[in-house]
């Protein structure tokens, strides 16, 4: 799918610093190679090479220059599918584990970037903000059910009076408050991570498109400069996949969104629509996020279409959201605007697979990437070392391939996503 942007993204331009990794110049063996340098990758890398592993990493572009590089930035605990509903299609059993990793999938971010010191303007607290009055009895059943039900305290429900105490808006009517949720800087944590993995003996390749592989007894990775020998193959492509793997393809459909930074914001102005510093998402099929960058700027992610081409004018196309909660944000400027490329399952949970002997994947992560990427990487290292028991909770998960293969599934999906756009204008 689609490449462009990344380089006028705010995040390119606000990165710490320019890593360069090269391309391998020869055939050469490893235990496991990657395919894939964004957060599936890289934790993958890491988490093997701190467990003994010799490592390849094979990225067709630049580190991060996908999805992982470019996204809202926002961490949550929980899924896309309620726990009770995972209880009906996994058992209860793997539902409460679910919950639990992802609960631990965000604690593993804030445990990395501790621990390799990633620069990354990690900041605590996420809402999750109700658009229309009839979705607050859901949030407040929510908050209840996580309290009490699954033992989790450190979500709590607002009213409306306090939502817009909070971010300076009457646009909404109740928010589910994760305290432990929060919010990062997306490509110095994915460019940390890297410097991580290199640490550990990772070898990072860029711009080595994977052409084929082979699994089977002898797996092997065929790039245009040469053939990587491997014991085990990780797919960590996500909506980038394209027809790498068939099959694995048939469970994703790759959707494109796109987000705006504005101008610095006067200390007013971001003190009445943010002054936590929170991030915020709201309940609408069709998403709108947004946070304020560490200069203070207005991050606001809104708006998606599935072509491969990005709207001519990113900024316009994402502004009327923002201008839709914010109207006193008209005369802002936008400084940067951009998108990018993530992958969404027919279920909205990730697709985790045992694919072949010896070749794993982990993708479709339908918008919660960050934190249940990061896990997703350390996961893959556990199965890989032969404790594939978690690993295995989330490839228990039914995941249907979409209607019509790679090359259908595209026009049932713009007829469903066109359905609920309408759903989110009705009252």
């Given at each position: 799918m689609n490449n462009e942007g990344f380089?006028?993204?705010?995040?390119?331009?606000?990165?710490?610093?320019?890593?360069?990794?090269?391309?391998?110049?020869?055939?050469?063996?490893?235990?496991?190679?990657?395919?894939?340098?964004?957060?599936?990758?890289?934790?993958?890398?890491?988490?093997?090479?701190?467990?003994?592993?010799?490592?390849?990493?094979?990225?067709?572009?630049?580190?991060?220059?996908?999805?992982?590089?470019?996204?809202g930035g926002q961490l949550c605990q929980g899924h896309n599918i309620d726990h009770e509903s995972l209880c009906r299609k996994a058992g209860?059993?793997?539902?409460?584990?679910?919950?639990?990793?992802?609960?631990?999938?965000?604690?593993?971010?804030?445990?990395?970037?501790?621990?390799?010191?990633?620069?990354?303007?990690?900041?605590?607290?996420?809402?999750?903000?109700?658009?229309?009055?009839?979705?607050?009895?859901?949030?407040?059943?929510?908050?209840?059910?996580?309290?009490?039900?699954?033992?989790?305290?450190?979500?709590?429900?607002?009213?409306?009076?306090?939502?817009?105490?909070?971010?300076?808006?009457?646009?909404?009517?109740?928010?589910?408050?994760?305290?432990?949720?929060?919010?990062?800087?997306?490509?110095?944590?994915?460019?940390?991570?890297?410097?991580?993995?290199?640490?550990?003996g990772v070898n990072i390749c860029e711009n080595t498109r994977v052409i084929d592989y082979q699994a089977g007894n002898a797996p092997s990775v065929t790039t245009a400069k040469g053939t990587v020998r491997a014991k085990f193959i990780v797919f960590a492509c996500n909506g980038y996949l394209g027809k790498l793997s068939p099959d694995a393809a048939k469970k994703i459909m790759p959707i494109n969104n796109f987000i705006l930074a504005t101008e610095p914001l006067s200390e007013a102005i971001y003190n009445k629509i943010n002054p936590l510093d929170v991030a915020v998402a709201d309940s609408k099929f069709v998403v709108n996020y947004f946070r304020l960058s560490a200069d203070k700027r207005m991050l606001w992610g809104g708006g998606e279409n599935y072509r491969s081409r990005f709207p001519k004018d990113i900024g316009s196309f994402v502004k009327r959201h923002?201008?839709?909660?914010?109207?006193?944000?008209?005369?802002?400027?936008?400084?940067?605007?951009?998108?990018?490329?993530?992958?969404?399952?027919?279920?909205?949970?990730?697709?985790?697979?045992h694919q072949e002997k010896n070749v794993f994947i982990a993708q479709g992560y339908s918008g919660h990437g960050v934190a249940l990427s990061t896990l997703g990487g350390k996961l893959i290292a556990e199965a890989v070392s032969g404790t594939a028991e978690r690993f295995d909770v989330f490839s228990s998960i039914p995941s249907a391939n979409f209607p019509g293969g790679t090359l259908l599934r595209w026009p049932g999906l713009v007829a469903g996503m066109l359905y609920y756009k309408l759903r989110d204008q009705l009252p």
């Open positions: 380089e006028a993204s705010y995040y390119a331009q606000s990165a710490n610093e320019t890593l360069h990794f090269s391309p391998p110049m020869e055939d050469h063996e490893t235990d496991v190679c990657i395919i894939g340098g964004g957060f599936t990758g890289l934790s993958s890398a890491l988490h093997l090479a701190k467990k003994g592993y010799k490592v390849t990493l094979l990225e067709a572009h630049k580190v991060a220059s996908g999805a992982s590089g470019r996204n209860k059993t793997n539902a409460d584990a679910l919950w639990e990793m992802s609960v631990e999938s965000v604690e593993l971010v804030q445990s990395l970037v501790k621990e390799h010191q990633i620069d990354c303007d990690l900041k605590m607290g996420l809402l999750h903000v109700t658009s229309k009055a009839s979705h607050v009895k859901h949030a407040q059943e929510t908050v209840e059910y996580t309290n009490s039900v699954l033992g989790y305290e450190s979500v709590q429900f607002l009213d409306a009076q306090s939502v817009e105490d909070k971010l300076g808006t009457k646009s909404y009517h109740g928010a589910e408050y994760y305290t432990e949720g929060g919010h990062l800087h997306p490509l110095n944590y994915a460019l940390g991570l890297a410097k991580a993995a290199q640490s550990y923002m201008l839709a909660v914010y109207p006193e944000l008209e005369s802002t400027k936008i400084d940067y605007s951009w998108g990018g490329t993530l992958a969404i399952t027919l279920n909205r949970m990730p697709y985790f697979a």
